[in-house]
């Protein structure tokens, strides 16, 4: 998650990484006791809240003292997993319909591009 940044629209963006990674300065890990996809979404949803505690110097900052008194929910594990198990198929679904709009494009582009050329009407 970025805590430090030039621009306080940035605070509080996050990702999830899927390796052993290294951060500087501008970027706090979080290892999280909860479901991952729980807890990204929460701070997604939580970006606002993140941005108020950051300083209003020249560089936003969200210390990780002030970080880590800033409250969030902690459902019981159960829900966050379910949650997380509904984020993992939505997500999928997500990228199959990006997939599948690509295609729809691409076959309205070579479509667009026949009927320029004066392929789709020779035999008319």
Known sequence: MTCIAGSKNVIGNAAIADREVAFNQQI??????VNTYFLYVHILVSKKKIQDKSTGGMKGLV??????NIKFMYPPKDLQNKFGEYFIEITKQKQLLKQSLTELENN????????FNGELFKGE
């Open 63 to 68: 210390s990780k003292s002030t970080f880590q």
């Open 108 to 115: 309205f582009n070579s479509l667009m591009q026949r009927a």
């Open 28 to 33: 706090n890990a979080i290892v999280p006791d």
